[in-house]
């Protein structure tokens, strides 16, 4: 069926300021019942405005569901958002969720939110007691910097930069995860572009040297021979050695979690881009190639590539999904790879055709995220996750940017 008639003008409706958002909301569902009669195989152009509409649709819904000064995570039995303070480490996703909204649409509501809760992570420009404060500010001051040039936000940038670092150990030569033992995880190489960019655009020089060697580290200590990733790395602060490797939210010690193998993708692909050095081209490509090698027929993987079979928690994880998916989409740029292509539409097609969220009452977008499988509270092994929409989002973003 076609639908591209009705998406002809969709950007040029959505950034009227004629009709309220009520009208908008009533539009954006009759595109949604469309969305039921898309091909099944590769996704068309049509199939990625239905899907950029209902996914601000639900941006615009949530303004019911996210009291100010509270920040979603993930959701709950009952389809809700479960809310967190701005000191979660997932505090800068639900504002970058709206500043993408805003991006897409150009709908002022979702701007007008997206300075809000942006505002509300204020104080955690000076967070030195974990390396999130690149996921926190980054993805809220950062994004918000790159979409308007609001210039109050550089200086926000550049304060969380200077915090990250103080986490920096030059014996280990990598950024401190978290306390206690010097322990450094794999997601931590999402929050490098933040010391890269502060590097680029008036912050300390060193900045840049402290994301290099702690990327240098991690292809040292992190990743197997065979692509795959340990999820944590120990060090000992005073000598640098590595004191043992596992895992903190994979299957085994020994196994490889999606979601950190997604995080590896991402973060060299991103390292090659503020670098040019080849090695994390490569780096990115083993580990990619790693992660397709073990996607099921969806492309969506289990929380672990190494789950026993008929294991009983033997959830997908769709967030690990969306991360990727925004990675290859980078790293295909450099590539062009006919492989990466074919796992780009087939994650896109399953994504907007069986994870997606239509309904209304329900929080998020992209549903069945295993936030953490090892813990005991199912809400963990399925839901939505306000990581797993926001790098959708992305994902719409850098596609429609193509």
Not at 88 to 101: A, E, V
Not at 289 to 297: A, G, N
Not at 314 to 333: C, P, W
Request: hydrophobic share 35%; aromatic share 14%; proline share 3%.
């Amino acid at each position: 069926m076609k639908v591209s008639i009705y998406l002809t003008n969709f950007g040029c409706f959505m950034k009227s300021d004629l009709l309220n958002n009520s009208i908008k909301i009533l539009v954006i569902n009759f595109l949604i019942i469309i969305i039921s009669c898309s091909s099944p195989s590769e996704p068309q152009p049509q199939d990625i405005e239905i899907a950029k509409a209902l996914a601000i649709k639900k941006l615009l819904l949530s303004s019911f569901d996210v009291p100010e000064n509270q920040y979603p995570i993930f959701t709950n039995s009952t389809k809700k958002w479960v809310l967190t303070t701005s000191t979660s480490w997932t505090s800068g996703f639900y504002p970058g969720c709206l500043w993408y909204g805003y991006k897409l649409s150009g709908n002022a509501q979702l701007k007008n939110m997206a300075e809000q809760f942006t505002q509300g992570l204020f104080e955690e420009q000076y967070t030195t007691s974990h390396h999130d404060v690149g996921f926190m500010i980054f993805n809220s001051y950062g994004l918000g910097y790159k979409i308007t040039g609001n210039e109050s936000y550089k200086n926000v940038i550049l304060q969380a930069a200077k915090s990250l670092s103080t986490r920096f150990n030059e014996n280990v030569g990598c950024i401190q995860s978290w306390n206690g033992e010097f322990q450094v995880i794999i997601d931590n190489m999402m929050n490098l572009e933040l010391l890269f960019w502060a590097s680029k655009n008036g912050g300390d020089s060193t900045y840049y040297k402290m994301a290099v060697s702690h990327a240098n580290k991690t292809i040292q200590n992190h990743i197997r021979e065979d692509g795959s990733s340990f999820h944590v790395v120990h060090y000992d602060p005073e000598t640098g050695d590595v004191m043992r490797k596992r895992t903190a939210q994979g299957y085994s010690d020994n196994s490889t979690w999606a979601r950190g193998q997604a995080w590896g993708i991402y973060g060299f692909t991103m390292c090659y881009r503020e670098t040019g050095n080849i090695e994390y081209l490569n780096t990115a490509v083993k580990m990619a190639d790693y992660y397709i090698s073990h996607l099921p027929e969806d492309s969506i993987p289990y929380w672990d590539f190494n789950l026993p079979e008929n294991y009983e928690r033997d959830f997908k994880d769709a967030s690990a999904a969306t991360i990727a998916l925004s990675g290859l989409i980078e790293l295909n740029s450099y590539v062009n790879s006919s492989t990466y292509e074919n796992v780009i539409n087939n994650t896109f097609n399953s994504l907007i055709n069986y994870y997606i969220i239509t309904e209304s009452s329900k929080s998020g977008i992209i549903d069945h995220c295993a936030y953490h499988a090892n813990d005991p509270n199912p809400d963990y092994w399925d839901s939505a996750t306000i990581w797993g929409d926001y790098y959708f989002l992305e994902a719409l973003d850098r596609i429609n940017a193509d």
